[in-house]
């Protein structure tokens, strides 16, 4: 069966450190693969999304970035966080058109 | 056109109820329309979802309504239980197209 892990699970960091959030995808090959953030009590906002390696798309300009440098690996990542940036960030992937979610990584960024 | 909106923002239901939460859309060419449910730090996990064909579709104490016609769809729970209380989030999506997510609705279940 397929399953989706995301790590961390629990960040909290300083404004301007750089940040890496990693995905992994199990059990299926070439899925589409997504980003999306979720502010305090908000709804699910689309950050990147990914139909193969090396293919990224950007639904937000922002100072995040997403890479996918293996076929089930999707990686989010900023180079200076801002105190903005904080929320969970869920990792997806779709399946004969079904969508779903790891359990996501909460950031706080102070 | 690509917005998908969704009331009410939260409900109170007693244990027992009936809990009901709507959905509308404006493209026409979405035709996929899944729920999912958010229990708080976790993420949204896939709870029913309806394709255009049907007007209805339950899965023990929950049911999707669909009317194509209005563009609108909802999700009822019967004899909703504490461990229902959640955020329930309605969203639609189409052949080649991204899902696009209502704003989400929470649900307590007082028991």
């Known amino acids: 069966s397929q399953t989706i892990h995301q790590w961390p699970a629990t960040l909290v960091q300083p404004v301007g450190s750089p940040l890496s959030l990693e995905c992994t995808v199990e059990?299926?090959?070439?899925?589409?693969l997504y980003w999306y953030r979720q502010a305090a009590g908000r709804g699910l906002q689309l950050l990147f999304y990914?139909?193969?390696?090396?293919?990224i798309s950007s639904e937000v300009p922002q100072n995040l970035s997403a890479s996918r440098p293996q076929d089930r690996q999707f990686i989010l990542s900023s180079k200076k966080l801002l105190l903005s940036d904080s929320g969970f960030y869920l990792c997806?992937?779709?399946?004969?058109?079904?969508?779903?979610f790891g359990e996501g990584s909460r950031l706080t960024v102070l | 056109q690509q917005q998908v909106k969704q009331s009410p923002q939260s409900l109170i239901v007693q244990k027992g109820g009936i809990s009901i939460i709507n959905c509308a859309y404006e493209?026409?060419?979405?035709?996929?329309f899944p729920w999912y449910q958010q229990f708080p730090g976790k993420g949204p996990a896939l709870l029913i979802a309806?394709?255009?064909?049907?007007s209805e579709k339950k899965e023990g104490r929950f049911t999707i309504s669909f009317n194509k016609s209005a563009k609108q769809f909802s999700l009822h729970i019967m004899d909703s239980q504490p461990g229902d209380s959640a955020t329930y989030f309605c969203?639609?999506?189409?052949?080649?197209?991204?899902?696009?997510f209502g704003p989400g609705t929470r649900l307590s279940v007082l028991p």
């Open positions: 990914s139909v193969g390696i090396g293919q």
């Open positions: 969203a639609a999506t189409g052949y080649g197209q991204n899902f696009v």
């Open positions: 309806i394709r255009p064909d049907v």
């Open positions: 493209n026409t060419a979405f035709d996929y």
């Open positions: 059990g299926t090959s070439n899925p589409n």
């Open positions: 997806a992937w779709k399946d004969t058109g079904e969508l779903f």
